[in-house]
């Protein structure tokens, strides 16, 4: 009779560790962080239908990084179980800790009892009604747990991009000096000879949690709307004397329906059997 193979269980968790980092680093980075406004986050994306960032529920975003059947099978959960509480219960009963601690369980189950772990990192984040009242919470692909203040980073390199957003980061900031940060530390890395990239408005996904904003606060900023927030100081204000963008600043892109209704194909994931 041959003998069987045997991995010790620590051999069997790095492996697994190894595998699901790998399956991470090879996607594109993700940054989420504070600013006087609320909560923003800017993600490495050239498509226009797979989102790396959504929207959980009213003050709730979630922003994810890794393969991207198994992220959108978290969001789509999640989306459930924030609406399935919500209903159930209080609008306030819904918080970004349960979400995150449900996140963990899930992750965490995954990763121990089953051949291949999620080549996941989520980030899950809620707005305050203050800006001490902000929270960010960072899940790992085993189910770790982590609150983070301020900023997040998250990909292959996110230890390069974290150093220069929390070198940078202010609580006080604009949504234009957030957004400019937010860029140049994604740009900060992955470019030839180790030179810095520049990133153009169609790489970029950009949402943010507006604390401002009755109800929901979760909204996509694109095209014409996003152009000013790249600018540069010094050619964004002004054009031959005359200022470019309105006074009351860029417009956000109103919000399309809900995370819950239907995905970008006129289905819903719910009902097809995602998650």
Do not use: W
């Amino acid at each position: 009779m041959a003998m069987q193979f045997y991995a010790s269980p620590e051999q069997i968790m790095r492996d697994r560790s190894e595998y699901a980092r790998k399956g991470i680093a090879r996607g594109r980075s993700v940054v989420v962080l504070t600013y006087e406004g609320g909560v923003l986050f800017v993600a490495e994306n050239v498509s226009t239908a797979l989102h790396k960032v959504s929207e959980l529920y009213d003050r709730i975003g979630f922003a994810a990084v890794g393969r991207f059947n198994e992220l959108e099978n978290l969001r789509a959960a999640g989306v459930r179980m924030a609406d399935l509480r919500g209903y159930s219960y209080d609008r306030r009963d819904v918080t970004a800790r349960s979400l995150a601690n449900a996140y963990a369980q899930t992750l965490g189950a995954i990763f121990t009892e089953q051949s291949k772990p999620f080549e996941v990192e989520i980030c899950v984040a809620e707005v305050g009604s203050r800006p001490e009242r902000d929270e960010l919470y960072r899940l790992t692909y085993d189910g770790s747990l982590q609150d983070e203040p301020g900023t997040i980073a998250m990909g292959g390199q996110a230890d390069a991009i974290s150093q220069v957003l929390k070198a940078r980061h202010r609580p006080d900031m604009s949504l234009r000096d957030a957004v400019q940060l937010a860029v140049q530390s994604l740009g900060s890395v992955g470019g030839e000879g180790g030179q810095p990239r520049k990133l153009e408005a169609s790489q970029l996904e950009v949402a943010v949690l507006d604390r401002r904003r009755p109800g929901r606060t979760f909204r996509r900023i694109t095209g014409a709307a996003l152009a000013p927030l790249l600018a540069p100081e010094d050619g964004a204000g002004k054009k031959g004397g005359a200022p470019v963008e309105p006074a009351e600043g860029p417009k956000i892109a109103e919000p399309g329906p809900s995370p819950a209704d239907k995905s970008p194909g006129g289905v819903d994931p719910v009902a097809d059997g995602e998650g």
